[in-house]
């Protein structure tokens, strides 16, 4: 039996986390999460399902951080290249959860875990690639920093943009702040091994996240406005620039050029600065418009 399916555009507007394109990143609306429709397209009438792919996204993820190893400017190009597609396949996952309704709360652990030990598979492998390159320390410390730094401004996006979706009734499967309660230990056994891996990992993170948005918002500020506060088109633009699409679009772009060191700086640099700067807008600009 042939499962009827829309047209790719249509198709590919009905598997959106949300119509409002501005809580996403602009990567992800305009490049990588088309590709993934395509991709949702062809697999929607299967029976694949999105936690396949979602271990599809992460082999991928192993193979880059593998490739990265070889060290050669051919190999690390390719490399680049699996990274983008393993974020492709990472969007995928979701794109395919929400066009055949099949949310689970393995799938949602399960794609956030392997997220974290690919980062960590893939930044040792570049760690030690630079450090061939330019044996220093400030090398190494420069790649540690890059893992710490991705991971939190990942988790940092993900606060407001699920913070938003909330708002919109959408997301209710991902809390914003994970905690294991009476029910979870009653659900799903292998539901729960995830939640409490996914708890040590993400747990420190988001209560991190959470403190930084309260500190933003200030002591005087009313809760009432919370709608408009995680609403703020311009905030979720700023956020949305820390997002795994961007920060793995930065380091596929200059493994293309093989630029190795000089991603590990961005990272540091450039992109905590974009962090600082949302931060900064939040505690200094919009607070101060909303009270």
């Not at 991928?60 to 390719?78: E, L």
């Not at 914003?176 to 091994?193: F, Q």
Request: with cysteine.
């Amino acid at each position: 039996m042939t499962i009827s399916r829309p047209d790719p555009v249509t198709f590919f507007k009905q598997s959106l986390k949300s119509d409002a394109y501005y809580a996403d990143e602009l990567i992800n609306i305009y490049l990588l999460r088309p590709v993934a429709s395509v991709i949702v397209w062809l697999l929607y009438p299967t029976s694949v399902t999105p936690n396949q792919v979602t271990v599809i996204a992460i082999l991928i993820g192993f193979a880059a951080a593998w490739t990265y190893t070889v060290g050669t400017p051919h190999a690390i190009a390719i490399a680049g290249f699996l990274v983008m597609m393993k974020d492709v396949f990472d969007d995928a996952d979701g794109q395919l959860a929400r066009a055949k309704q099949l949310y689970s709360r393995r799938g949602r652990f399960l794609d956030s875990i392997g997220d974290f030990v690919v980062d960590v598979a893939v930044f040792t492998a570049i760690t030690s690639v630079v450090y061939q390159q330019c044996p220093s320390v400030p090398m190494i410390v420069s790649g540690i920093l890059s893992l710490l730094g991705i991971t939190l401004r990942v988790s940092y996006h993900v606060f407001y943009q699920a913070s938003f979706l909330h708002l919109e009734d959408r997301y209710k499967l991902n809390r914003i702040v994970e905690e294991i309660t009476e029910e979870d230990r009653k659900g799903d056994p292998v539901a729960l091994r995830l939640q409490q891996l996914f708890v040590i990992i993400y747990n420190w993170q988001d209560r991190l996240m959470y403190r930084i948005d309260r500190w933003c918002m200030g002591k005087k500020f009313n809760d009432e406005l919370l709608p408009t506060w995680y609403s703020d088109r311009f905030g979720l633009r700023i956020s949305g620039l820390l997002g795994f699409g961007t920060e793995l679009t930065l380091l596929a772009v200059c493994s293309w050029l093989d630029a190795l060191p000089t991603y590990l700086y961005l990272n540091v640099f450039l992109m905590n600065g974009i962090w600082l700067a949302s931060v900064l807008y939040r505690r200094l600009v919009l607070a101060g418009n909303l009270r």
